[in-house]
T-cell receptor
Framework: AQSVSQHNHHVILSEAASLELGCNYS??????LFWYVQYPGQHLQLLLK??????LVKGIKGFEAEFIKSKFSFNLRKPSVQWSDTAEYFC????????????FGTGTLLAVQP | NAGVTQTPKFQVLKTGQSMTLQCAQD?????MYWYRQDPGMGLRLIYY???????DKGEVPNGYNVSRLNKREFSLRLESAAPSQTSVYFC???????????FGPGTRLLVL
């Protein structure tokens, strides 16, 4: 079965530290890839997405992610986190074809200490 | 342009009661979805509607029914609520099957 793995369940960082959140998926075909963010008490918002082209994609608030096809990975990065980045981050994969079935990882809870 | 809206925001039910969660989108999207979010499990797809007039089961459809009332509205019904259905329910919509999904604010449901 197709699945998405986020290896870090909880991450605690100090402000200005660099961030990398791992995401791996199991699907051999074409995929569309997403990172969503959920701030405390809010709904999911799209952070960035990859459909095709340059495997390094930039999103909002200084986030970026790199698609490495050979590693089935789509890791999220930010050079310097802020307290306001405290949130839960979800990686999601949409397998190619006619399916509407977006598959989510279990999420990574990021806490940034001021 | 409100995006995706959901009602109610919060609901408490007793075991065996029924209720309908409402979702509407004003983005002229073709596809709509219902997810549940549980701690440590991410979001899981309950049902989706690829286009007006069609509905399909997702990963966890048992205990739920859906209705795609028109292009804008997609409702989720719990006929006989169970404590295992305590969760946060999110509705989402997208223009097409391979497009970005946009989420509503969620409905927090507690079943006692």
């Amino acid at each position: 079965a197709q699945s998405v793995s986020q290896h870090n369940h909880h991450v605690i960082l100090s402000e200005a530290a660099s961030l990398e959140l791992g995401c791996n998926y199991s699907y051999g075909g074409t995929v569309n890839l997403f990172w969503y963010v959920q701030y405390p008490g809010q709904h999911l918002q799209l952070l960035l997405k990859y459909f095709s082209g340059d495997p390094l994609v930039k999103g909002i608030k200084g986030f970026e992610a790199e698609f490495i096809k050979s590693k089935f990975s789509f890791n999220l990065r930010k050079p310097s986190v802020q307290w306001s980045d405290t949130a839960e981050y979800f990686c999601a994969v949409l397998p190619g074809g006619a399916t509407n079935k977006l598959i989510f990882g279990t999420g990574t809870l990021l806490a940034v200490q001021p | 342009n409100a995006g995706v809206t959901q009602t109610p925001k919060f609901q408490v039910l007793k075991t065996g009661q029924s209720m309908t969660l409402q979702c509407a989108q004003d983005m002229n999207h073709n596809s709509m979805y219902w997810y549940r979010q549980d701690p440590g499990m991410g979001l899981r797809l309950i049902y989706y509607s690829a286009s007006e007039g069609t509905t399909d089961k997702g990963e966890v459809p048992n205990g739920y029914n859906v209705s795609r009332l028109n292009k804008r509205e997609f409702s989720l019904r719990l006929e006989s609520a169970a404590p295992s259905q305590t969760s946060v329910y999110f509705c989402a919509s997208s223009f097409g099957s391979q497009e970005t999904q946009y989420f509503g604010p969620g409905t927090r449901l507690l079943v006692l």
